[in-house]
């Protein structure tokens, strides 16, 4: 598992390289106490920690490498107001009219949260807030595209369904139509994660980076977690810790699979030609199992990425698949399809694409798992547990039931299974 977890995260990408770096926080030395430890400083822990804050409680976070080197600072940047692969109805169906409600309600919310956030604090985040869609390659994919628009729409969502031509004319590739969610669009990650950690440190938050959590026991009222160099006593703790679990709590690493893949992007792309691509500035993610995923950054650059199924030579290789990809759905593109950076990341999956609410203990839980939909969702998510944490909201009143450990059946099999399956997917594409 190491080899996936492991990325480069010191080497400076291009969200870092195109927002102002803030400095990384001191290390914990010695001991401190507080009312709520998060441990994990990505979206998710970041979501419970300004929810805790606004509760009033004395909240400390350990991260840890530095802030932005996970997942929810290197990942594709696109802020999805939908679940992985469940229509609302689907999801009722799954966890009952209430607590399935509650979690339709949320993801429907999340993306206006995020950037509502972002606005709130002033994020460099680089937001736009004009859609997300999701065209259709398939007849098949096209026929659950309409099952997903149709649903959300029942539900108030604001969505938008899409002809051949008004979906091939807003992506600028060949599509047979498609959805589209008006309140999602696109971040910087990196640079929401990190304005956002100085926002809350400016409203009390006490950040520790560089500061692993080892161990976790306890101690009377109070739970003792251990970093190399000191320790928080905490009455409640949140693990936010994602695809970076590990073995901090036993069984807990195997209830996710870990899943590696790259980002890339293109050299920026002038006027008049970015005029036919992303109409509007939106972001799109389309429905092929190889998923193919774009949208503009700041300077528009096309930015896309892929996966492995085995990682040598991964960057000159990446590099040329993306190219290969860019120039399949953009030839209009020409000599600047040719991607120019390559950063690499993780993220984790369970099998049903749901994510998980574990009690570990009392005043311990665990949340996260998204499946490639966490920018909007992660944030959400983290501000129902530190209401949780306050005592606000109730484990009964959650958006998703909270259970004890749920393990990924022969876990070590579905992680190999989950990293190899894309000359599969890719067949599965070509079939349709």
């Not at 990190?194 to 560089?210: D, I, V």
């Amino acid at each position: 598992m190491s080899s996936i977890l492991e990325v480069d995260w010191k080497t400076p990408h291009l969200w870092a390289r195109t927002v102002a770096r803030r400095p990384a926080a001191a290390a914990l030395t010695g001991e401190v106490t507080a009312d709520l430890l998060v441990v994990g400083g990505g979206l998710t822990g970041l979501g419970t920690a300004l929810a805790a804050l606004e509760q009033g409680l004395d909240v400390v976070m350990l991260e840890g490498n530095e802030i932005g080197s996970a997942a929810s600072g290197r990942n594709n940047g696109q802020v999805i107001p939908a679940h992985s692969k469940a229509t609302p109805q689907e999801i009722v169906a799954a966890f009952g009219p209430e607590a399935g409600g509650r979690y339709n309600r949320m993801i429907m919310g999340a993306a206006g949260y995020l950037f509502d956030t972002v606005r709130r604090f002033g994020i460099e985040a680089h937001a736009v807030q004009n859609g997300w869609m999701q065209p259709a390659h398939s007849a098949a994919a096209l026929a659950r595209g309409r099952a997903l628009h149709d649903g959300w729409k029942a539900l108030g969502h604001d969505v938008e369904w899409l002809d051949a031509e008004a979906a091939s004319h807003r992506t600028g590739s060949r599509y047979l139509g498609g959805w589209m969610a008006r309140s999602g669009g696109h971040v910087n990650p990196f640079g929401l994660v990190t304005g956002l950690a100085g926002a809350l440190e400016g409203m009390g938050l006490r950040l520790y980076e560089n500061s692993r959590a080892i161990t976790i026991d306890r101690d009377g009222a109070l739970w003792n977690v251990t970093t190399a160099g000191g320790c928080v006593r905490a009455r409640k703790v949140v693990l936010a810790t994602n695809a970076l679990t590990r073995d901090i709590w036993p069984k807990l690493g195997r209830a996710m699979v870990p899943f590696r893949v790259y980002d890339a992007a293109t050299a920026p792309i002038p006027e008049p030609l970015r005029s036919g691509i992303f109409v509007g500035n939106v972001g799109v993610s389309d429905t092929r199992h190889d998923i193919r995923a774009f949208h503009y950054d700041v300077d528009y650059r096309i930015v896309t990425g892929g996966t492995h199924t085995l990682w040598h030579n991964a960057e000159a290789r990446g590099l040329k698949a993306i190219h290969a990809m860019l120039s399949d759905a953009f030839p209009q593109l020409g000599p600047l399809a040719k991607p120019e950076t390559y950063w690499e990341g993780t993220f984790c999956v369970v099998p049903d694409r749901k994510p998980r609410l574990f009690r570990l203990g009392e005043g311990l839980m665990f949340g996260g798992v998204y499946s490639g939909r966490g920018v909007a969702a992660a944030l959400s998510m983290g501000r129902a547990m530190g209401l949780n944490a306050a005592e606000s909201l109730p484990d009964d009143a959650m958006p998703l039931p909270v259970t004890p450990i749920r393990t990924v059946p022969s876990h070590w099999v579905a992680t190999q299974v989950a990293n190899h399956l894309h000359p599969w997917h890719r067949v599965l594409d070509r079939l349709g």
